[in-house]
């Protein structure tokens, strides 16, 4: 049977959830009144699927294949929204993208200051919390009129 031994590297010692210092900060340059993001989801170290065509390194003449890796940024953290809101809308299919939209910001765990500085700007209400969003008490809808 096959067995393996981990072995500990270094430790990291920033709490989650944090902001990377690579992730965008709001407002928004082209519409300073808007901003953004609205929340914040993991997205640093994400186990993540990978293809078999590539190296893991992308060099040529690497012969290291791998099924997962770990990946970063907001192609792994728009998914853990979008799960969010497929979550969200499977306990609540009548509503819409907007209930759902409120239903997330409203229940973002808000993220502390003291890991998070000088990012206010950073992290919108906070990280999603799925389990608080289906069930947000006031949801803020709009219709069509709305977006004009």
């Known amino acids: 049977s096959p ?3 981990i072995h500990k590297s270094h430790e990291v010692k920033i709490p989650a959830p ?6 965008s900060r709001g407002p928004n340059p082209g519409s300073q009144h808007i901003l953004k993001p609205d929340v914040t989801a993991p997205g640093i170290n994400i186990l993540a699927s990978y293809t078999l065509r590539t190296s893991i390194t992308g060099l ?15 192609s792994m953290s728009c998914p853990h929204v ?3 809101a497929a979550y969200v809308k499977s306990f609540h299919p009548d ?6 939209r409120s239903a997330i910001i409203t229940t973002a765990k808000p993220m502390s ?3 998070n500085k000088e990012a206010e ?3 919108g209400a906070g990280q999603v919390n799925p389990t608080r969003a289906v069930n947000p008490g006031l949801v803020y809808d ?7």
């Open 82 to 84: 979008s799960g969010v």
């Open 142 to 148: 709009m219709d069509d009129l709305a977006y004009i």
């Open 3 to 5: 067995s393996a031994v």
């Open 95 to 100: 509503w819409t993208p907007a209930a759902i």
């Open 18 to 23: 944090f902001v990377a210092s690579f992730s």
């Open 113 to 115: 200051q003291k890991v």
């Open 60 to 74: 040529e003449g690497d012969t290291q294949f791998s099924e997962f890796t770990l990946m970063s940024g907001t």
């Open 121 to 123: 700007f950073a992290f």
